[in-house]
């Protein structure tokens, strides 16, 4: 029987078809097994996904169509057999040169070096799954992409094997069953075989130099196959015989030195963006540690600048040690393993230090848990959302938070001269990063806070917005331009800054707020308490493991429920809305105090936080849970 992967056309006049479902991402993944390792969990076929006669959707590919939201997800819809089966084509083509996990999906290669359902003549013997695939993935060859006719098997077959495609393809002897090798070199005399035919049939000129019904052409087509085929044909596919027992690996396995103390490190080392920090503060926390690790730096997108190279002596190529731990999030963790495979991985224990700012893990990232052995978060806002979800170890793992040595946290008035801040204000400060949801860190509320704290008469105070990368169109930041534009008090800075230059510019204000919606640890608003300032802080997130302790002023807030493009993964998600006429009084009770101290002294001294962020400190705890891993590993 012949499989199409076309639409079928309906009849005029006949019912209408039901609108298939939105595919449900979550529970699909659901269907997988869990704690059996990534490997063999992404290896499984999704249930109701196949295309049939061709091959099943499986873990892995599902993986690569929920990252892919912009391009692939809508240009292959899976609630279709068309939509998944050029989806699959599109994975054949292009997919597994861009995702080494792809390439070792060895379940979906065997699956298409079977035979293909063609409606049966003198070629369809030839044909795989495979190229039934590349076929209908290659539109521009002008064959047709459903096989159906003897002349377009021979095309494809001669496409593949006489015509450059298994160059086009950078494809090897594994990709050529034994079957399709026996299929065209069907004759022990290759001057006899079918892929001999195959040529004359599609090379006039062979048909004109070497004429059959002559000796002297048929001796030359023969020396011609012997000395020119090899070199212009896929014939050495067919002719080497590929090991099959004992295969070589495409690639060789890293040296696990899994019974080393160490740990591999795993991150953007030179991404300027939050997450960027966390590995980079993780180096610094092991290295005071005296933990042997090495960094390996993962890209982010081209959208991120990649200048802080202040861990560039500890990045290297190759991982060296028995632990992983990757500072990434969850869903670009496996972007990880999809883009690299397997081999970062495997024999080696993985630990995922994730971040998260909602209230719940987001159900369509539950799988990632197969990509790790335990799950390090945080703060306990992260914790609680990973141990309702997760089948993995969860454990509280705070951050380092360090101050660069280059930062100057001695001369506030120097450092207001050289931003143009004026000198004798009291002035908060909030700063974002436009490349994140900026409802989430909620800018315009601390615009709103300040303007109901201090009326237009008040010129003693001002408030600085630190940003970068902002959307022009986006209509929260128009609205804190306009504040800007009607109030001189309040005071955009819109610049790519270096990380010391921004937090000079903390040192150089009296108070920093955050009135976020969400926050997963807060970086932002330990670092303002490192150098010193009073914080106003939304009493919600990772930042009230540190913010109560320190007598920040925290704003009270109300659980609101998150519309589903309000931001990753909001469906079903709520966070926090913070109450602006406490933020304001709160704005209103610092601004009173400092004026009325000669000198500003902070609640809690500077350098207890030195102690609870310090990286000796963090340092010191990593170091007792890799001990004790070391330690289980060597044991019976």
């Known amino acids: 029987m012949a499989v199409s992967c076309r639409r079928t056309r309906r009849k005029p006049n006949s019912q209408k078809p039901a609108m298939p479902q939105p595919i449900k991402i979550a529970e699909l993944f659901a269907n997988l097994p ?10 499984q076929p999704i249930g109701g996904m196949e295309v049939p006669g061709i091959s099943a959707i499986y873990g892995l590919h599902l993986a690569i169509w929920q990252l892919r939201d912009q391009d692939l997800q809508k240009d292959f819809p899976l609630d279709t057999i068309d939509g998944r089966c050029r989806f699959l084509a599109w994975c054949v083509l292009h997919g597994r040169h861009e995702y080494a996990a792809l390439s070792q999906l060895t379940p979906f290669w065997k699956t298409l070096s079977q035979p293909a359902s063609v409606p049966y003549s003198e070629w369809s013997g030839g044909i795989s799954r495979f190229l039934q695939l590349v076929i209908h993935g290659r539109s521009d060859l002008g ?123 795993i991150g953007y080392a030179f991404g300027e963006l939050g997450i960027g920090e966390d590995v980079r503060m993780a180096a610094h926390a092991c290295n005071a540690a005296g933990i042997p690790f090495c960094v390996i730096d993962f890209a982010p997108g081209s959208n991120v600048r990649q200048q802080d190279r202040s861990i560039e002596q500890w990045v290297t190529d190759t991982p060296r040690y028995g632990i992983n731990i990757v500072c990434l999030t969850a869903v670009e963790h496996l ?106 860190k909620n800018p315009l509320g601390v615009v709103e806070a300040f303007l109901r704290a201090f009326t237009s008469a008040d010129q003693q105070v001002g408030l600085v917005i630190k940003c970068m990368r902002p959307d022009p169109k986006n209509s929260i930041w128009r609205q804190i331009q306009s504040a800007a534009q009607n109030d001189s008090r309040i005071i955009i800075i819109d610049a790519m800054l270096e990380k010391s230059d921004v937090l000079e510019l903390y040192r150089a204000c009296d108070c920093f707020v955050s009135l976020h919606r969400a926050e997963g640890f807060g970086r932002g608003i330990a670092e303002a308490l490192l150098l010193g300032l009073e914080v106003i802080a939304t009493d919600y997130g990772g930042n009230t493991d540190f913010c109560r302790a320190a007598g920040a002023l925290l704003v009270p807030f109300r659980l609101q429920a998150l519309e589903p493009d309000d931001y990753i993964e909001a469906g079903g998600q709520f966070w926090a809305e913070p109450d602006v006429g406490a933020a304001a009084q709160a704005m209103i009770d610092v601004a009173n105090r400092l004026s009325s101290e000669i000198e500003y002294l902070p609640l809690v001294p500077v350098q207890l936080f030195n102690e609870i962020f310090s990286t000796a400190a963090i340092g010191a705890v990593y170091r007792r849970r890799i001990a004790d891993l070391i330690e289980l590993k060597r044991q019976p």
């Open 143 to 265: 064959i047709d992409s459903e096989l159906k006719s003897s002349d377009a098997q021979r095309d494809a077959l001669y496409w593949f094997f006489g015509s450059g495609g298994w160059q086009d393809l950078a494809v090897s002897e594994q990709h050529v069953p034994g079957w399709q090798r026996r299929f065209l070199l069907d004759q022990p005399d290759l001057l006899q075989s079918r892929f001999a035919r195959l040529l004359l049939e599609k090379r006039p000129d062979l048909q004109a130099i070497f004429r059959q019904d002559t000796v002297a052409g048929v001796a030359g087509f023969r020396g011609w196959l012997a000395e020119n085929a090899p070199r212009e044909t896929g014939l050495p596919l067919l002719q080497k015989i590929p090991l099959q027992a004992w295969p070589e690996q495409t690639a060789q396995p890293f040296q696990n030195c899994n019974e080393s103390f160490g740990v591999n490190l």
């Open 34 to 43: 869990s704690q059996v390792g990534a490997e063999y969990a992404y290896s």
């Open 335 to 440: 972007r990880l393993f999809l883009t690299c495979g397997a081999e970062l991985f495997r024999g080696r224990y993985t630990i995922g230090y994730w971040p998260w700012e909602l209230h719940n893990w987001p159900a369509n990232w539950e799988h990632c848990f197969n990509l790790i052995d335990e799950a390090w978060a945080s703060s306990r806002h992260i914790e609680q959302a990973m141990q309702r979800a997760s089948q993995v170890p969860v454990n509280w793992m705070p951050m380092a938070v360090r101050l660069p040595d280059e930062v100057d946290t001695t001369t506030a008035l120097r450092q207001r001269a050289r931003f143009g801040l004026p000198q004798d204000k009291t002035l908060f400060v909030f700063s974002f990063d436009g490349n994140s949801f900026i409802s989430r």
